[in-house]
T-cell receptor
């Protein structure tokens, strides 16, 4: 079993829809949770960074962490075609120094 | 924000040759840089952790004699793929760490 599980998709939704992306993990020591966005043939860029449980909102993006269920989510409201990319979750027990990565979910927003 | 560059962005080489990839932090100093490899439709796989002035720490299964890493300064790390073969064709990404990892744009290596 992988430490971090993420459905690779692709996930295709119409423009304007609410998107839900998820990861599950097995290591209860993880405290730091990140979501990265990666456009094709580019390096990942950090979208959201959450410590421990709870919610964090930044514009159209909301990150949720449920440590009791070992489950994290990224919600995108009012999705745009420019949101089409691969979204990778990453987590770590001790800051974001060494990260354990999910497989990445390819998201397609249809105009 | 912190910017990390990689050079070259794309390289094609013949089997058996060596290729050097540079990773630079442009506006900050990074004591640690990470090297990843990413195959199509797969996630990032950490290859090695590089600390300035010391030997790199390689992940299990990564051949240190094949993937030579040099981190001679706080703004530059290099990855040399020695005696490259077609199976080494991949997307190589570096990141530089200063409170968080900042990623370079990646280098696409194609070995013929």
């Amino acid at each position: 079993q992988k430490e971090v599980e993420q459905d690779p998709g692709p996930l295709s939704v119409p423009e304007g829809a609410i998107v839900s992306l998820n990861c599950t993990y097995s290591n209860s020591a993880f405290q730091y949770f990140m979501w990265y966005r990666q456009y094709s043939r580019k390096g990942p860029e950090l979208l959201m960074y959450t410590y421990s449980s709870g919610n964090k909102e930044d514009g159209r993006f909301t990150a949720q962490v449920d440590k009791s269920s070992k489950y994290i989510s990224l919600f995108i409201r009012d999705s745009q075609p420019s949101d089409s990319a691969t979204y990778l979750c990453a987590m770590s027990p001790d800051s974001n120094y060494q990260l354990i990565w999910g497989a990445g979910t390819k998201l397609i927003i249809k105009p | 924000g912190a910017v990390v560059s990689q050079h070259p962005s794309w390289v094609i080489c013949k089997s058996g040759t060596s290729v050097k990839i540079e990773c630079r932090s442009l506006d900050f100093q990074a004591t640690t840089m990470f090297w990843y490899r990413q195959f199509p439709k797969q996630s990032l796989m950490l290859m090695a952790t590089s600390n300035e002035g010391s030997k790199a720490t390689y992940e299990q299964g990564v051949e240190k004699d094949k993937f030579l890493i040099n981190h001679a300064s706080l703004t530059l790390s290099t990855l040399t793929v020695t005696s490259a073969h077609p199976e080494d064709s991949s997307f190589y990404i570096c990141s530089a760490y200063t409170n968080e990892q900042f990623f370079g744009p990646g280098t696409r290596l194609t070995v013929l």
